[in-house]
């Protein structure tokens, strides 16, 4: 197969890094790219999961807790209104 020099642009550090990474498993950054493209091409997608929606970590307490909530309403307070709770929200400010 003919061989053909493409410049892509990259982050000075990330490319250092990655270098270093690939050199660990004995390969140049030429040959790590070429075996991403390929994969790709076999599996006609990216071959890894590329998520926008990650959230950190005080995103994920928050949903743990409303799963906990979700799961045992009965141990949390209830309000019949927007306005109970935030009476309650203001006269303890």
Not at 5 to 21: C, G, H, P
Not at 39 to 67: G, K, M, Y
């Amino acid at each position: 197969m003919a061989k053909v020099s493409t410049s892509i642009s990259l982050d000075a550090e990330i490319k250092v890094k990655a270098q270093e990474l690939f050199a660990d498993f004995g390969l140049d950054l030429s040959t790590a790219v070429n075996i991403f493209l390929r994969q790709a091409i076999r599996e006609q997608r990216i071959p890894f999961e590329v998520r926008l929606d990650v959230p950190n970590s005080a995103t994920r307490e928050a949903l743990d807790e409303l799963h906990e909530m979700m799961a045992h309403p009965e141990k949390y307070k209830r309000y019949g209104s927007f306005t109970d709770a935030l009476s309650e929200v203001l006269g303890d400010a």
